[in-house]
């Protein structure tokens, strides 16, 4: 994974669900965060679509199980983009 | 200030300043510099705009709730989408131009049952405003998808179907509630089931949206407080085919694509800014580089930019949008480093100028400090410093203003002058939902109340003034016509307003429909033009009281006796009623201070007193208020009685 992603969308994710950087591992997950619902999973794509301008697939979307899964997506997208 | 704008000139990354804005707020909440937080949010959402940001401003500016002034307000949404995503971008834009609000959503296509119960949990949430968001193919399933299957006759009582619906939940919402409607108008599909053939006959696809908005149209304007949000424009304007999220929207009913999730909230706050009164009165603007193209003291009249062509039509478009404004009833104003002589031959003479001297209701051209000629310009209309809002092209004197006039709403501008007339339009400030015919003449009224304090100063004794004034008042019981004027002073009216009790036109209508109540209001007229509508008294009869609910005079006809004239009118009909008393509550305000003294001036008794305000009485049967003999009264119609 590119430098630097993981980060970017830790804090994201940090800022959207209302929790301090730190507490946010790769493994955090909807089973191991209150905040992490259904909607706040929506909002989650839609502010990573935002951030980084490009547009999720459901099939995507679908592998998001924790943020490290999330964090890997973004990855491929943003190399997609590239090449 | 400068030093700071400076500073953030060298790190050119957006990213770095987003994070140096957002350690700076957390720094300046933890020293409880509330007003100063709440300018650097401002300024870290235009860096960067988004879901991200609106998580952090939202979470913010909870903390400021109590510390600045925010106007509290509850926000109902019925939709037949996902609009969760839209809440805290909403909620976020809100908090910025003052609005604190609560959102209740109701449930997925639920909006029906939800309008027409009056116990359901959208009337128990007691909203001030309601949106119904609605899309074209939820509510006409058969005339979006299956539009090609219909014959005409089948597709225009499609349509009809419609328009009954939306008749039928707005008239139940009316019966319901006193909360404002706002109703989504119904998009066109991007491509109709026809293609071309479409837009050869007038009874197609496109035709038949076409149809049902026009007559939401009409539902409209037959209820009050019920407002028409034309979506398929909004759509359009931002591109309706990267509007649109096809995939969100068949796995999750979100079908608006995530970067034009804010421009939904940006239109729904155009419509919370009129409605929660954090409206912009006056607009003060700069000259040099904003009402044209370079310094009228260094390019002459000659050497400025203004014209048809470019460069000087995007001076041009500004000006057409300042005079649009102006017919609106926003009063304009200008504030200018310059000598005036360079200025006004300017606005005088310059062949290309669209605005000129009596478009403005005051000016301020010399080289004072910006913010003095702002409190000057606020005293001199008589309306609040936070009715104020300021344009200059000038960085560093928008700052200088946030810094020291927080409560002046500041414009920011675009790097190119070909964008400032759109920036100048989508600001919420100057959105309005209903025009008067006092809005449309303002400026002018403004103009000859210049001529008129100037008769003032030359003219001895004050009676003489009263006298040289030639005042006509027309004292009339409220009707549906002027329901909303009367709901308009009741709104925003501030200094004369001795309750300041705010009333929708819906509740002017249920009081005047009181047996007990009296809804009177006054018209002025005098020697240098017509004021309009410019009074507001509401009476209840209980006993032998009469009691005064409301009495508000608009700052416009001030300190001319108006008031003793109403009040004399009030306690003559009261005394023909057979009532023996009235009485008549001050709650005092931040800005209420000129009624302080009202009723003790006119003879009442102080009864009692306590934190939130006084009780005063006056004896009908001992002592009479007797109408300013300078004053010619019109009684249009009695008490009813």
Redesign the interface.
Known sequence: MSPGVFEQVRSIAADLFAVPNHRLTAESSPETLEAWDSTQHLILVLALEERFGFQLYPEEIEQMHNLGDVARVVDAKLHAAKS | MILLVGVRAFIDDKAGVYLELRKEIDELLARNSWRAAYCRLGDLWRQEP???AA??VV?RCEKLRGQISLTPFRLAILRSF?V??LI?LLRAVAFLSGIDLQVHLGDFNAYPQEILDRNSLLYQFSPDVVILAAQACDVAPDLWNGFADLSSEEAAAAAQRVVNNYRQWARAFREHSQASLIVHALEQPSVPSLGVLDAQSPLHQRAAFEQINQQLLTIGTELRGVFLLDYDSLVARHGRIRWR?Q?KW???R?PI???H?IHLAHEWLRFLVPLSGRTAKALVVDLDNTLWGGVIGEDCMTGIKLGAEYPGASYQALQRAMLDFARKGILLAICSKNNPEDALEALEHHPAMLLRPQHFAAMRINWNDKAQNLHEIAAELNIGIDSLAFLDDNPVERENVRATVPEVTVIDLPNDPTDYAAALRDCPVFERLTLSPEDQDRTALYAAERERSHAEQTLTSKEDFFRFLEQEAEVALVVPPTFARVSQLTQKTNQFNLTTRRYTEQQIADIAAEPVAQVSSIRVRDRYGDHGLVGVAITRDRGEDCEIDTFLLSCRVLGRTVESALLAHLAEQARARGRRRLLGCFLPTRKNAPARNFYSQHGFELQSQNGDGSLWVLDLHQVTVSPPAWIKMNIANGGKN
Request: hydrophobic share 45%.
């Open positions: 988004g879901q991200v998580a952090f979470s996902t969760e995503p805290s999220d995939r068949l796995t999750a979100m694509a995530a970067d999730l």
